[in-house]
């Protein structure tokens, strides 16, 4: 028998159990040890310990109406349900709960993509819909709009967005939340809400104002435990004509600064709008590189790169190669050769950093992410490296963990992460060291006034303890949200260190 | 290689592109190449087959980038007598073998929910997996 939910006595489990069947057929409520297990998180760095985080049992409903009536039922019975979509939050939980004893709400089985306009440029889609339904949709009706993919195509366009997550093609696009236009949620209670312009009967822009009128809900919704999203919208791409980008690299270390001011510049003018990848100098002093990606017309394009290398060459020892211009539709020789998810084409090769390659035939299996938020500066990229070499040692006790990083991303506009990777896997030493490393590394960060951007589940408390402005205020307003739009707490207790009241530390 | 390396080598890659006369096609994008045809198979392993191609090829097909495929070169390269890297080549899965390792994963390989693959998708998959070969 896998676990109760805590406080819930095994008859009003029994009781839900059988009521969740009812609501959503039989076949559909996932309650033996087998069945309950495929949902325990595959990266957790508490695998096999007390402390892992399981779930009860699992439901998979397939309409809003069936989420509602299980959203019904758990509120009456206190039952913590916690909702995922596709479920492959791989590297920061899983499909596993933060509070143990959760019911995993499965919404993978509402896997229908409601619409994709063209000529609008947006889809309406629900939880279980993933990149490569979207794009597979996409692609037999020979519609002419990118998807915007994240590295793991499998995961789901809702799902991913709702973590915060990011994506490889142009700005707006690859800031996954940024991008959505609208949604439906289901409350605690199971009363069902619309947002922005789909609160409006009979409306015909629901995915093209994403504001309507009056307070704007939405943001409440990210990275929250406040509500089960059964459908969003989301803005896509224009296929774009072309694509073009350039590398530059700069040879001293002080360069990096004029390298980000120009980077951040054509950005912040939005003659860039591709996601750059930097370079590093960390060997200790040298060269640094970025590239410069851009989407768009071939000869608005052509122009524009023109100007972001004459700005480059401004800087002194710049270098700037500007590569081949590439019309899309890729051909079948272009597809062998690009990075795939660069031009809107979900794949799931990111999987081979994890894998067995000759150099590490035994890998680890998974990973997890440490992801600050630093300045997007010449000076904080600087500041970045000095602070990760002149700490690694302390933080890894001089042990060689495999840690890698950091690698820095720019999915957001205006904004820069450095990521830094620990290797998870069956190895209870290995992860209790990864584990301490990893609460080093946020306090670390802490004290500079940087913080993460995202969390795996096991470090959510502690990266919330770091946004602490004024004694928790941001927490005490989270939670006295919480309190009010679901009273009972049943909703992913704890999720980005959002507990209900009954389960609060003091 | 380091992950380092390797993530930069991927954000890196659009731009050193080579190749040249480019012209615009109305292409639909390339699908997944298969290794396995489908002549020959029964009525289970073909949607055995199906299933395979929505859900594992992605890391288990022929071709680049694919790193359940490149993985297993790694893990068998040097058993004999040689076990194929591709899954779909091999002779000595089972059906139970096959369903312990969707229902378990191996390595980055997370397991499979019933609700991604189902239990009768799950049979299908492991009837076209072990299918007795000529
Ligand atoms: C090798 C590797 C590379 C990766 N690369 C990227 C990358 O490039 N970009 C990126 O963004 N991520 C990346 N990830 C992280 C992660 O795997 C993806 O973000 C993935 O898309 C998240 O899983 P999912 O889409 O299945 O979402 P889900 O697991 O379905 O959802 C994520 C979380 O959101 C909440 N949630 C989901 N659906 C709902 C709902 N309907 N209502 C309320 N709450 C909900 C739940 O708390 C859930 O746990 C990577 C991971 C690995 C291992």
Redesign the interface.
Same mark, same amino acid.
């Given at each position: 028998m896998p676990m109760l939910p805590p406080g819930i006595s095994q008859e009003t489990f029994d009781q839900a159990l059988a009521r969740f069947r009812e609501a959503v057929g039989g076949d559909n409520v996932y309650s033996s040890d087998e069945d309950v297990a495929l949902y325990r998180d595959a990266y957790s760095p508490f695998w096999g310990e007390p402390e892992e985080k399981l779930a009860s049992a699992a439901v998979a409903p397939a309409t809003t109406e069936e989420v509602q009536a299980v959203a019904r039922i758990a509120n009456e019975l206190h039952i913590p349900i916690y909702p995922i979509s596709t479920g492959r939050n791989l590297a920061y939980g899983g499909s596993a709960p933060p509070y143990s004893g959760s019911v995993v709400l499965d919404l993978k089985r509402m896997n229908r993509v409601l619409e994709v306009d063209e000529r609008g440029a947006y889809a309406l889609v629900e939880p279980g819909v993933s990149y490569f339904d979207l794009y597979n949709h996409i692609t037999e009706r020979g519609l002419d709009v990118w998807i915007d993919p994240p590295d793991p195509g499998w995961g789901s366009v809702i799902g991913n967005a709702l973590d915060g997550g990011g994506g490889w093609t142009a700005y707006p696009f690859r800031d996954h939340f940024g991008a959505h236009c609208g949604m439906e949620v289901v409350l605690a209670n199971g009363e069902v809400v619309r947002t922005g312009m789909g609160a409006v009967p009979g409306s015909k822009t629901w995915q093209q104002n994403r504001w309507g009128c009056g307070p704007w809900v939405d943001g409440l919704f990210r990275q929250s435990n406040f509500a089960i999203v059964t459908k969003m919208g989301f803005h896509l791409m224009p296929r774009p004509e072309a694509f073009i980008s350039a590398n530059v690299s700069v040879q001293n270390d002080q360069d990096v600064i004029p390298m980000m001011d120009t980077l951040n510049l054509l950005e912040n003018m939005h003659q860039v709008n591709g996601s750059t990848g930097l370079g590093a100098g960390f060997g200790g002093g040298g060269a640094w590189s970025c590239t410069v990606p851009i989407y768009g017309p071939e000869r608005v394009i052509r122009e524009q790169m023109a100007f972001a290398k004459a700005k480059f060459e401004e800087i002194p020892g710049a270098t700037v190669n500007v590569g081949e211009l590439i019309r899309t539709p890729l051909t079948p020789e272009q597809y062998e050769q690009v990075r795939l998810v660069n031009f809107g084409i979900p794949n799931l090769s990111t999987f081979a950093m994890l894998t067995r390659s000759p150099m590490n035939p035994n890998p680890a299996g998974g990973h997890i992410g440490f992801s600050p938020l630093i300045p997007r500066t010449g000076e904080g990229l600087l500041e970045f490296r000095d602070f990760y070499r002149d700490n690694l040692e302390e933080v890894t006790q001089g042990e060689n963990l495999g840690i890698v990083g950091p690698v820095f991303m720019t999915n957001w506009e205006r904004s820069l992460v450095a990521l830094i990777m620990f290797p998870i896997g069956r190895d209870v030493e290995m992860n209790r060291k990864m584990r301490a490393a990893f609460t080093r590394w946020v306090e670390l960060a802490a004290e500079r006034g940087w913080a993460e951007y995202r969390s795996p589940v096991a470090f959510m408390d502690e990266v919330a303890d770091t946004y602490s402005f004024n004694d928790h205020a941001l927490r005490r307003l989270r939670e006295t949200l919480k309190d009010a739009i679901d009273p009972n707490g049943i909703i992913s207790a704890g999720r980005y260190g959002v507990w209900p009241k009954h389960l609060r530390q003091t | 290689?380091?992950?380092?390396k390797?993530?930069?080598a991927?954000?890196? %890659?659009?731009?050193?592109?080579? %190749?040249?006369a480019?012209?615009?096609?109305?292409?639909?994008?390339?699908p997944l190449q298969h290794a396995v045809p489908s002549d020959g198979l029964n009525a289970a392993q073909m949607r055995g087959q199906d299933v395979f191609r929505?859900t594992c090829e992605?890391?288990h097909g022929p071709?680049? %980038?694919?790193?359940?495929t490149?993985?297993?070169a790694?893990?068998y390269q040097d058993t004999a007598p040689a076990i194929p890297a591709l899954i779909e080549e091999r002779t000595d899965l089972t059906p139970e073998l096959v369903e312990f390792f969707v229902?378990n %994963?191996s390595?980055?390989?997370?397991?499979?929910?019933?609700?991604?693959v189902s239990d009768d998708q799950l049979a299908d998959l492991a009837a076209y997996l072990s299918r007795p070969r000529p």
């Open positions: - | 290689m380091s992950m380092t390797i993530a930069f991927g954000a890196l %890659g659009c731009a050193v592109l080579a %190749g040249s480019l012209a615009q096609q109305a292409l639909p994008i390339p929505t992605h890391c071709g680049r %980038g694919m790193p359940g490149s993985s297993l790694v893990k229902r %994963g390595g980055a390989m997370a397991p499979y929910r019933k609700t991604e």
